[in-house]
């Protein structure tokens, strides 16, 4: 069978593909930051119920008033990214959402139900008491199951020779749950969005944007505990991950490609440097190697992307039907939004000096 | 076809964006009028220093912000995924189009997120002024939203210039843009009144209640104005065919219609309502009951707008179903199958015509249709199709003569696959039994009468003037044709110059036993007066003829006629027969002697196929007459395609001619001039649903041609070798040359019709000669030139010039012999063997005086009693 007869015709884009590559790059970046503070943040706040305790419940009251901003985020820095996924690979990611579109669609409906029930963890955090750990298993298992739905899609969209399972499965339920990378690629995110999330807690004590009566000495501890042993793990799962990839694609992280194999190098370096900078409970050092050690994994991701996509296609073959007035439409008003946005966190944060 | 389909069956036919969309629609707008709402209020209390009312506002802005940011703002990200699912390619057209818009739209997102908490969490504990104006960023912020998604919704009813430029703005500023805006920010407004309600409701504080209850009212209220402008300028604004498909043509948007004109002034009049000083409780209740006013009112309103779209989702640009329009003519070129992808084959076999059927509903018609569900649901529509050949030329007719459906893209095997699979599939028929049975030739008993070529003196030729009368025995919804039978005679003296006798004999006619009482057969007596105000006792035609009885002299033809005789297929034993016996005598006036006997056929069927379409079987032994399934099934059909109430009046008891208003020359009606003539009218309707046929079938389809059908009127030898077409045309080329006619008559409606045929046995609608049914008719001397041996069987488009060169009317040189009584009736020309009720059946006479089934004056003797040597009737008569 020929499987690259079953990708569609991409449609034309107006500006050439590394204008929307780079707004990619860029706003998955925001969404992952933000979406790692929501989901590790939900996964270190179970965790602290678990264990219990004063200050172990204070955390997890923080994480409660913070919990709706960061699912409004993430959700909201999502928007973009996949916006810019569908212009450069929609071929590919419309295809392997209608395969799995009953899970797929599910999200819509599972997210609106953690997001409510974030508020109510939130909003009734004192008067749910035990209850409150139950709201929160409801909320953060919805997110564990979407993250793992994403990365069924994400994986499905790059191999185009599984898609013939439609063919005896229209119904929309398939998964790509067979796939040797799934799991270490799920866990991949969801360990790093632990330690991601308590580097965000740290920084929150760090910086006094504490609203319980969290110890933030406690709070940068608990943060950087949570993100030197995520990361620990995290190096021995992203290596099962990258031993999970099939060889055309691992090996250009090995040797067949300079910049792959660069950026695993570099990476490597990173992980090791940030057990290390963890450790000495560096926060400030730690937050700026993070965002690059982020940087790195998401050229990787992308990389990656591009090496189970080779046989079939490259973004750079999509037709370009040249209209640049409306990306300089959208770059005034990306403009004009980040002033404004800009101006508004200045008032809000004058007003809590105010109170303060 | 290029991306992959859900199959959904029950939950397909967009039910789920509705589901979405409609209740997204509802709180997004709300998030846009809502944040005026706020710092309005806000602003109020302020001035009059209110604590209370500024309380008020900052419950509210918790309600709103978790309804508009959490279920307004998950539902709109539920949209985006919806149809992605559901429409990936129009999704993809979108999103690429308009790609910068989108993400113009995203950073106003964020800053209506960024804003609202900062709003609601700073509420009280922000300096007034910088509160105010992150109330007022939220608000600027939501509108420009509302402003983008906007311009890339009404994109897709409207597209304007941007078909032809392809420019971004052109298709965001398109014309239903500024009007749309205007609605849509009144909506805006009327909603943060109307979701106002709801929070005011539960103020303990009665007198900051009741004057919250005010304010919302009239927030609610005094926009409706900007409201219905814009929503005028829209209708206004909108392009002629989307609006005829609103308010005309679209079978699925009336109710919603409906439902619009009650539902504004009732939601106007509910918040009006809700200005008056009411009991708490009431107001609760009420208010609740508002908000769901109002998601009726927009679901309703969001249905028009999406159905008034069809069949497109973007307008000229994507069909519904995902086909663009430009892929069309490579897809009817080549087929769907060769062109799409995610087919499970690439051609059709015996053993997949099925599943491709299915694969191919999913992706031509699941869009728009679910299986079973509670949108558009496809089984009511396709019950009445009990077979394959129906639901095909449905299928072929789509999008043809309403606008709101899209053709069927694919080849007439394809088409054939899907027709297959909703027939079996969805409607459970067994394929492998034929849908009109296969009849089998039976020879009836039939005696010939006797002939003495030596003694006797007269040779009686008796026919029926047409080779077959077709009845519509549909009496109590309509009528087309009624029971009326032309029997003819001329008596001939024999001698050495015969002679034609009219003087002095009375010629009688008697139908076969069985045949006499056609009054028990059909309900046409009933319905007579209603249908042709003609008060008819039982059993009597409509020129006074019974059954038995005497032909009248018609001087002028020299020949003898009974017309009209009320004839039908049926005899007393319940079976079909379409070709009943009449024994027809000469008598001496004087004497009573008995001068000749002869028998004929009356040819009268009711094998006429609207069922194969209209659904409801056959009424009669399985292979004819009219159901009362199919009768009201063919007016439901007119009903809903003409705007008449055919069904309601049959149902109080007036069934209508069809004619009464359809023209037509051959029963002297002359109708409703503005319309098309009845032959021009069904055949141009139906041969859109008719095209490509090969040979007779789309004839057969509705006329008792069937080879092997009951009656297969044509019999002649003629059929051995020719077919309907031959002298017809195909159904294109026929009903064309109908509609061309009525065209060049300035009838509006011919173009409708004509625009989906194009001719088959001549290249161009050019070559095509306009007729005038029953009266310019395919004439014999057309192959037969000079009455010689046809040298061509082509007898089509070069027609007769008047009614008096029928064939049927037609008398030979002399004026003597009409062409029939030596050649028999129309389609039964001598010899005529191919009766499916006996070998002999159409050849009484030319059995009884020559004895063979040659045209009578083979050998001349029958009638000269010496050899003539002149050729008196026609060329060519003496085979010389």
Redesign the interface.
């Known amino acids: 069978m020929d499987f690259a ?10 500006v050439d593909w590394g204008w ?1 590559y780079v ?1 990619l790059m860029v706003t998955f970046l925001l969404h992952l930051l933000v979406m790692n503070a929501m989901l590790g943040g939900g996964i270190i706040a179970l965790f602290s119920l678990f264990q219990g305790g004063e200050q172990n419940n204070l955390l997890g009251k923080e994480v409660g008033y913070k919990l709706p ?1 960061t699912i ?2 993430a ?3 999502g ?2 990214p996949l ?2 996924v ?2 450069l690979f ?2 590919f990611i ?2 392997s ?3 799995m ?1 009953v899970w ?2 599910s ?3 599972l ?2 139900l953690a ?2 029930a974030a ?1 109510i963890y939130d909003f009734k955090f004192d008067a749910l008491q035990g209850l409150r750990t139950l709201v929160l298993i409801f909320s953060v298992g919805i997110l564990l199951f979407i993250g793992f739905m994403f990365s069924n899609n994400m994986t499905l969209m790059l191999q185009p020779e599984k ?1 013939v399972a ?2 005896s499965n ?3 339920t398939l998964l790509n749950a067979e796939d040797p990378t799934l799991w270490p690629r799920y866990l991949h995110f969801v360990i790093g969005a632990v330690a991601i999330a308590g580097l965000f807690l740290a920084l929150v004590g760090h910086f006094g944007f504490t609203k319980s009566k969290v110890d933030p000495a406690t709070l940068i501890e608990r943060g950087m505990s949570y993100f030197t042993k995520a990361t620990i793990i995290q190096i021995f799962i992203g290596l099962w991950f990258l031993v999970a990839l099939p060889k055309e694609v691992m090996m250009v992280f090995m040797g067949k490609s300079a910049y792959g194999t660069a950026l695993l190098t570099i990476g490597l370096v990173l992980a090791v440097a940030l057990v290390y900078f963890g450790l000495k409970r560096n926060l400030l050092l730690t937050s700026v190697v993070a965002l690059i050690q982020m940087v790195v994994m998401i050229l990787m991701r992308d990389l990656a992307r591009f090496a189970y996509l080779k046989p079939y296609f490259h973004p750079a073959d999509l037709q370009v ?1 040249p ?1 640049y ?3 300089i ?2 770059l005034v ?2 403009a ?2 980040l002033v ?2 800009g101006y ?2 200045k ?2 944060l ?2 809590k000096k ?2 303060a | 076809m290029n991306y992959p389909v859900w199959d959904l069956t029950t939950y397909g036919g967009g039910f789920l964006i509705a589901l979405i969309a409609i209740v997204h629609v509802l709180v997004s707008h709300f998030a846009v009028g809502g944040g005026l709402f706020l710092v309005t209020l806000e602003k109020k209390a302020y001035r009059e220093e209110n604590p209370a009312l500024l309380d008020y506002v900052k419950k509210h802005s918790k309600f709103f912000m978790l309804l508009t940011m959490v279920f307004g703002g998950m539902t709109g990200v539920g949209i985006w995924w919806t149809i992605a699912l559901l429409n990936p390619a129009a999704t993809s057209s979108l999103i690429h189009i308009f790609v910068f818009g989108w993400a113009a739209e995203w950073v106003f997102f964020v800053g209506e997120i960024v804003a609202l908490f900062i709003y609601y969490y700073t509420f009280g504990r922000m300096d007034r002024k910088n509160h105010l104006i992150i109330g007022w960023i939220y608000f600027i912020c939501a509108w420009m939203s509302l402003f983008l998604i906007n311009g890339i919704i009404d994109f897709m009813l409207t597209p304007g210039a941007w078909i032809e430029n392809h420019n971004f703005w052109s298709g965001f500023f398109n014309p239903t843009f500024w009007p749309s805006l205007v609605f849509r920010t009144g909506l805006s407004l009327v909603l943060c009144g109307v979701f106002g309600f709801v929070t005011a409701a539960f103020l303990k504080n009665d007198k900051l209640r009741q004057n919250l209850m005010r304010t919302c009212a009239a927030w609610a209220a005094l926009p409706f104005g900007i409201m219905l402008i814009g929503g005028a300028w829209y209708i206004k604004a909108l392009p002629e065919i989307p609006k005829m498909i609103i308010f005309e043509k679209s079978p699925e948007i009336g109710a919603y219609l409906t439902t619009l004109g009650w539902f504004v002034p009732i939601l106007l009049l509910t918040c009006v309502f809700m200005a008056l000083r009411l009991p708490q409780s009431l107001q609760k209740y009420m208010s609740f009951a508002v908000i769901a006013i109002a998601l009726i009112y927009f679901g309703a309103f969001e249905f028009v707008r999406e159905a008034g779209r069809r069949p497109f989702i973007i307008y000229d640009h994507m069909y519904s179903n995902q086909v663009y329009v430009d892929d069309v003519p490579k897809i009817q070129q080549a087929g769907f199958l060769a062109n799409a992808k995610w087919m499970s084959a690439k051609e059709i076999t015996t053993d997949n015509q099925l599943q491709i059927g299915a694969e191919l509903f999913r992706y031509q018609c699941s869009a728009c249709h679910s299986v079973g569900g509670l949108l558009n649901d496809i089984t009511p529509l396709v019950k009445k199709y009990d077979n394959v050949f129906g639901m095909d030329a449905k299928l072929n007719g789509l999008g043809k003569l309403n606008p709101y459906m899209p053709h069927f893209f694919g080849n007439a095997e394809e088409r054939n696959a899907l027709a297959s699979y909703i027939v079996s599939e969805i409607n459970g028929i067994d394929l492998s039994i034929p849908a009109n049975p296969v009849v089998e030739a039976k020879e009836l008993p039939l005696e010939i009468p006797a002939f003495n070529k030596d003694k006797d003196e007269y040779v009686l030729l008796a026919w029926n003037n047409l080779g077959m009368h077709c009845i519509s025995d549909s009496d109590p919804y309509w009528v087309l044709l009624p029971p009326a039978n032309d029997l003819f005679a001329q008596l001939v003296k024999r001698g050495d110059s015969p002679e034609i006798i009219t003087e002095g004999v009375e010629i009688r006619y008697a139908v076969e036993k069985g045949f006499e009482f056609p009054e028990k057969q059909v309900r046409f007596w009933e319905f007579a007066d209603e249908i042709f105000g003609a008060e008819l006792r039982p059993g009597v035609g409509l020129s006074g003829k019974r059954l038995n009885g005497a032909l009248d002299l018609d001087a002028e033809k020299r020949a003898y006629e009974a017309s009209l005789i009320p004839v039908v297929p049926y005899p007393s034993d319940g079976s079909f027969n379409p070709y009943p016996i009449f024994t027809v005598t000469a008598v001496d006036k004087d004497s009573g002697e008995i001068l000749a006997t002869t028998k004929t056929v009356a040819p009268t069927s009711t094998e006429m196929g609207c069922k194969n379409c209209h659904g409801g079987g056959w009424r009669v032994a399985g292979v004819a007459g009219f159901t009362d399934d199919t009768s009201l099934d063919v007016l439901a059909a007119h009903d809903k395609n003409s705007g008449t109430n055919l069904v309601e009046r049959a149902k109080n008891g007036q069934p209508m001619l069809c004619q009464s208003c359809h023209a037509d020359p051959v029963l002297g009606t002359e109708g409703n001039p503005e319309l098309l003539n009845f032959p021009a009218a069904i055949h141009g309707w139906h041969a859109n649903f008719l095209t490509d046929r090969e040979g007779m079938d789309a004839c057969v389809a509705c006329h008792p041609s069937r080879p092997d059908g009951p009656s297969q009127c044509f019999r002649s030898h003629h059929s051995m070798f020719m077919d309907c077409t031959n002298c017809h045309g195909t159904m294109e080329d026929h009903a064309l040359s109908l509609l061309k006619k009525e065209q060049e008559a300035g009838k509006k409606g011919a173009a409708r019709l004509m625009a989906g045929l194009k001719p088959r046995n001549v290249d161009s609608l050019e070559q095509i000669n306009g007729r005038t049914p029953w009266i310019n008719m395919p004439d014999c001397l057309n192959c037969h030139e000079d009455f010689q041996m046809g040298m061509t069987v082509d007898a089509f488009n070069t027609w007769t010039d008047g009614a008096d060169e029928l064939f049927r009317n037609r008398h030979d040189m002399m004026g003597a012999m009409m062409c029939e009584a030596c050649h028999g009736s129309t389609h039964a020309v001598y010899p005529a063997t191919n009766n499916k009720l006996g070998a002999n059946r159409d050849s009484i006479q030319p059995l009884q005086y020559q004895g063979n089934d040659r045209p009578i004056g083979n050998p001349c003797t029958t009638c000269h009693t010496v050899q003539p040597e002149f050729e008196g009737h026609h060329p060519n008569s003496l085979r010389l």
């Open positions: 007869a079953l990708i569609p015709t991409p449609d034309a884009i107006p929307f707004l901003y409004a985020f959700v909201n820095m928007v973009a916006l810019f569908q212009v929609g071929q419309y295809s959402s209608v395969m579109a797929w669609l999200i819509i409906g997210l609106i997001y409510y508020y898609w439609y063919l229209p119904g929309g039907t209209e007035s409306p990306l439409f959208f008003v990306f004009i939004g404004l946005i508004m966190i008032l809000a004058g007003c105010e109170v």
